[in-house]
Structures are given as structure tokens and as C-alpha cells.
T-cell receptor, first 115, second 116 residues
Framework: AQSVSQHNHHVILSEAASLELGCNYS??????LFWYVQYPGQHLQLLLK??????LVKGIKGFEAEFIKSKFSFNLRKPSVQWSDTAEYFC?????????????FGKGTKLSVIP | GAGVSQSPSNKVTEKGKDVELRCDPI?????LYWYRQSLGQGLEFLIY????????KSGLPSDRFSAERTGGSVSTLTIQRTQQEDSAVYLC??????????????FGSGTQLSVL
């Protein structure tokens, strides 16, 4: 079974600082990778995803993530955060292939951006 | 409505009572998922429905938990004889047909269950 590890429980940054949230997964085969975000008072929504191709994927609101297969990592980055990025971020993985519908999530990283 | 709707948004119950949580997916979405988010934990998969196929119940933590989906639309998650460890946010998500490997899930706002 697959698992996901997010290294930071809570990250506090000032506006304009750069962001990198770590995500490592454990699975022996090919995977699809996701970052979901939950803004305060809102539901979870997809930020970006990687299925195949260019390992550097871009999502909404200036976020990007890089899949490094050799490191089993899919870190989330943003060059300059804004107060509105305050949210909880979840990394998720699913095995690629028929019937691969079960997303496994990490425990989440809470990001607080100070104006 | 435009999104996944869950009710109630909050539920407080006494230990030992049964509870029912409801999920109304986006119209036309064939796949429906239930996840549980306990305090400080990630989302834990509970159950998956896809069209008329038999559901994947592999994530249900005990036989006190059951779920059904009527008419391929609304789903109800039932927890019998609730325990304090059942306290969590129960999230429902749906996805449209034609997607491969759950490209994008649409989540509801969840039901916060508190068992006293």
C-alpha cells in the first residue's frame, strides 16, 4: 500500500517569502500525484496534479510542483507567497492504472502567511 | 446545487447512538467517495462508489460503519453505536464520468461529527 509523508506540520512565512512544502511518497510502482488545498472555511480543492510528462507542473495561483522520481518526492513551491495563500495543503498519491481511484493523503501542512 | 452538498454540517451525538451522514454529489458525477479526517491526521479513505458497480468498502474501519448510494446519486454513511474515536470530519467527494484515475475530486464541506 502507498503512503505519503509531509514533512512540515505548520509553516509560518511573511508575505513575499518563497515557499517549499515537502512531500514524499512510498510506493513501488508508477503513481499519479496531487496537491490539494483547503482555504479557511472552504472545501478541499485541487491545486495541481502530475500524471506523466514534464515533471514540473504548474497549478493555480502561481503554485508549481516538481516530481523527482529518484527521491519519491513531489514538493510544492511558490516563489512569493501572499496572505491569501494561508491554508492547509495536502499531498496525495494514487497508483496509476485501472482501478486506481483510492487517493492516499498526507497529514497536511498548515501554511500561515503574515502580512 | 453547483457543488457537493453534505448534511448536516455539524453533528453532536452521545456515545452509543447511531448517526447518518448525507452526501449529495454533483449532478452527473458517477464516482462518489467518503473520507474521514481526524484531528491532526490526513484524509483516510472509507468507501468508494462507481456507478452501479459494487462499492469498495475496504477503508471502513469497523462493521459499525456502512454506506449506501441510492439511485446512483445521494449517499448515506451510517455509523452505529458511535464511539468517541469516531469524532472527525467526514468528507464526501465526487468525480465525473470519463475521467481516468480520479483526475479531479470535488469535495463537499464535510460533516463535523462530535461524539460525547
Amino acid at each position: 500500500a502507498q503512503s505519503v509523508s509531509q514533512h512540515n506540520h505548520h509553516v509560518i512565512l511573511s508575505e513575499a517569502a518563497s515557499l517549499e512544502l515537502g512531500c514524499n511518497y512510498s510506493y513501488g510502482g508508477t503513481v499519479n500525484l496531487f496537491w490539494y488545498v483547503q482555504y479557511p472555511g472552504q472545501h478541499l480543492q485541487l491545486l495541481l496534479k502530475y500524471f506523466s510528462g514534464d515533471p514540473l507542473v504548474k497549478g493555480i495561483k502561481g503554485f508549481e510542483a516538481e516530481f523527482i522520481k529518484s527521491k519519491f518526492s513531489f514538493n510544492l513551491r511558490k516563489p512569493s507567497v501572499q496572505w491569501s495563500d494561508t491554508a492547509e495543503y495536502f499531498c496525495a498519491v494514487t497508483p496509476r492504472g485501472a482501478g486506481s481511484y483510492q487517493l492516499t493523503f498526507g497529514k497536511g501542512t498548515k501554511l500561515s502567511v503574515i502580512p | 446545487g453547483a457543488g457537493v452538498s453534505q448534511s448536516p454540517s455539524n453533528k453532536v451525538t452521545e456515545k452509543g447512538k447511531d448517526v447518518e451522514l448525507r452526501c449529495d454529489p454533483i449532478s452527473g458525477h458517477t464516482a462518489l467517495y467518503w473520507y474521514r479526517q481526524s484531528l491532526g491526521q490526513g484524509l483516510e479513505f472509507l468507501i468508494y462508489f462507481q456507478g452501479n458497480s459494487a462499492p469498495d468498502k475496504s477503508g471502513l474501519p469497523s462493521d459499525r460503519f456502512s454506506a449506501e448510494r441510492t439511485g446512483g446519486s445521494v449517499s448515506t454513511l451510517t455509523i452505529q453505536r458511535t464511539q468517541q474515536e469516531d469524532s472527525a470530519v467526514y468528507l464526501c467527494a465526487s468525480s465525473p464520468p470519463g475521467q481516468s484515475t480520479n483526475e479531479k475530486l470535488f469535495f463537499g464541506s464535510g460533516t463535523q461529527l462530535s461524539v460525547l
